[in-house]
């Protein structure tokens, strides 16, 4: 074993291959139902992504949310539609490559302004977080001071995202009509006719 290698980056870099690799993949599949569930499997791969930046709060919401419930109303969705994607015209493929690239020279160019990885005095760990710090331990004593924010500090705040979340996928199950509905009568009437 050497003796100042940082595993954690090693995995950090494997998984941001593995996303890329499957990002590829998605956009040059034709069949909707395995691009659904490589989009499933995207989204645990960012869940495993997030763990090891320790984000374990992201990390289960985009487990839950991406890989979950996205994938269970995608595959709703997809019954109501074809199973294969119609070809688009090569002009919408170089469009599209221009919008990304743009956006990604925008986010390197971002790059340079933003704080060193870890630095004490940076906005994130200065302010408010660092109160943050300090109290958690004397006022709720939970380890984790992200679980603490979110459950306790801001717990309202993450009882509203929740009941969002559910009147979205409550509203999606009633727009695809997933309650099951019964035929109507002039219709049966007209088939037996």
Same mark, same amino acid.
């Not at 998984?15 to 691009?35: E, H, K, P, Q, T």
């Not at 839950?64 to 493929?93: C, D, F, N, W, Y």
């Not at 603490?148 to 309202?156: D, K, M």
């Given at each position: 074993?050497?003796?100042? *290698?940082?595993?954690?980056?090693?995995?950090? *870099?494997?998984?941001?291959?593995?996303?890329? #690799?499957?990002?590829?993949?998605?956009?040059?599949?034709?069949?909707? *139902?395995?691009?659904?569930?490589?989009?499933?499997?995207?989204?645990?791969?960012?869940?495993?992504? *997030?763990?090891?930046?320790?984000?374990?709060?992201?990390? %289960?919401?985009? #487990? #839950?949310?991406? &890989?979950?419930?996205?994938?269970?109303?995608?595959?709703?969705?997809?019954?109501?539609?074809?199973?294969?994607?119609?070809?688009?015209?090569?002009?919408?493929?170089?469009?599209?490559?221009?919008?990304?690239?743009?956006?990604?020279?925008?986010?390197?160019?971002?790059?340079?302004?933003?704080?060193?990885?870890?630095?004490?005095?940076?906005?994130?760990?200065?302010?408010?977080?660092? +109160?943050?710090?300090?109290?958690?331990?004397?006022?709720?004593?939970?380890?984790?001071?992200?679980?603490?924010?979110? &459950?306790?500090?801001?717990? %309202? +705040?993450?009882?509203?995202?929740?009941?969002?979340?559910?009147?979205?996928?409550?509203?999606?199950?009633?727009?695809?009509?997933?309650?099951?509905?019964?035929?109507?009568?002039?219709?049966?009437?007209?088939?037996?006719?």
């Amino acid at each position: 074993m050497m003796d100042g *290698f940082d595993w954690t980056q090693l995995l950090d *870099f494997a998984l941001m291959a593995m996303l890329l #690799a499957v990002g590829i993949a998605i956009v040059r599949l034709r069949n909707l *139902f395995a691009a659904v569930m490589l989009m499933g499997v995207y989204s645990l791969l960012s869940a495993a992504w *997030f763990v090891t930046l320790d984000a374990v709060d992201v990390a %289960f919401t985009e #487990a #839950a949310v991406g &890989a979950g419930i996205s994938t269970v109303l995608m595959l709703g969705a997809m019954l109501l539609t074809a199973r294969e994607a119609e070809p688009v015209k090569a002009g919408r493929h170089w469009a599209a490559l221009v919008v990304v690239l743009a956006t990604g020279a925008a986010l390197f160019y971002a790059i340079g302004d933003m704080p060193a990885y870890g630095d004490p005095n940076s906005p994130a760990n200065a302010y408010v977080g660092l +109160d943050y710090l300090i109290r958690t331990p004397q006022e709720i004593a939970v380890p984790n001071v992200v679980t603490a924010v979110l &459950a306790s500090y801001r717990g %309202f +705040d993450t009882l509203g995202e929740t009941v969002v979340i559910f009147a979205a996928g409550l509203g999606v199950m009633l727009l695809l009509g997933l309650g099951g509905r019964k035929p109507r009568r002039d219709t049966e009437e007209e088939d037996e006719a």
